[in-house]
């Protein structure tokens, strides 16, 4: 069974949960291109690292979900800000990360021999994530993402962070068995 990123429930909403996620450590990569296909661009470099192509050759053990979000030219996050407005989905910059087992400290970590492939830290915080099932596609990310915001802020939430699309199953999972979540930084208003 792979190991599912750790968080803890905080509270149930009618559509959304809060939850508080640790610290983590993800590898990542930066990609260019649509939403659709950035996770696919990404994928590749990211289970490289982990099927031993790094400079210890060492395996790391695959773990869920394999987190997308949007990028600017400089590879850093882009901000939420609100409203959110939905455009036809272009050819931007993303970051795809595998979040490494938890058990792994950042000093563990084997050097990439990818030169894409980044390893980072990624703070405890305090999110909204809302659960789909089907394809994650852009259309249906941005459906979501919509509706969360506009939840969260009903219910008092600031957005904090950069909202990222999370996918938890392998392609080969039937479309209406998977898991997919939208998942937002957030701190009360």
Request: aromatic fraction near 8%.
């Amino acid at each position: 069974m792979t190991e599912q990123q750790p968080y803890q429930v905080l509270r149930q909403f009618p559509r959304f949960e809060l939850r508080h996620y640790p610290s983590y450590v993800v590898a990542e990569v930066e990609v260019s291109g649509d939403f659709d296909r950035a996770s696919n661009a990404g994928f590749g470099p990211l289970v490289g690292f982990i099927g031993g192509r790094n400079h210890a050759s060492s395996k790391i053990a695959m773990t869920a979900p394999v987190i997308q979000e949007s990028a600017q030219a400089d590879g850093t996050s882009i901000a939420m800000t609100a409203p959110v407005i939905q455009e036809p989905a272009g050819h931007g910059r993303h970051i795809v990360q595998f979040v490494m087992p938890a058990d792994m400290h950042l000093t563990q970590m084997p050097t990439p021999a990818d030169s894409r492939v980044k390893l980072r830290l990624i703070s405890a915080h305090d999110a909204v994530a809302v659960r789909y099932s089907g394809f994650a596609s852009a259309a249906k990310y941005d459906s979501k993402l919509t509706g969360l915001i506009a939840d969260l802020q009903r219910a008092g939430f600031e957005v904090a962070g950069t909202p990222r699309s999370a996918r938890f199953d392998p392609p080969w999972t039937p479309p209406f068995l998977r898991r997919n979540e939208v998942i937002v930084p957030v701190k009360q208003a």
